[in-house]
């Protein structure tokens, strides 16, 4: 048998496909539905996060901005806008989105509020103390 006749051969028998998962023919038309929904409801829950983040840093500003706000105060604007960051961040993994830095750019997030990323009440004082 020469290599001529045996690539035919192979050739004939191998045959490339694509992954089972990416056919859309082969889906159940209430779980493409279903899962078109759900896509739907991340995108719509990562928009209505980041208008948050947005306005918690806004409000970090203007109390950075202000000459009469306490030490306290601004405190607790830096730990919301670490928050609001922290839910924005796991919203935007769930949603496949891996590379947060350009993100966080691209919305002029200070240095402080990353840093502060998290829960917001494992940052704040306790009152009385």
Known sequence: MTLREIAAT???????RP????RPADKDPLSAALENEILNEKASTLSRLTKKLEMALADLKS?????????ET???????AGEALWHVTIQRELCGLRQHRAFY???DVPKAVRLRMGPAAAFRSAPGS
């Open 74 to 80: 601004l405190q607790n604007r830096l730990a919301d």
């Open 10 to 16: 192979v050739s004939d028998v191998m045959t490339v």
């Open 105 to 107: 750019d691209f919305l």
């Open 63 to 71: 109390a950075e901005g202000g000459s009469e706000t306490d030490s």
């Open 19 to 22: 992954p089972q998962l990416t």
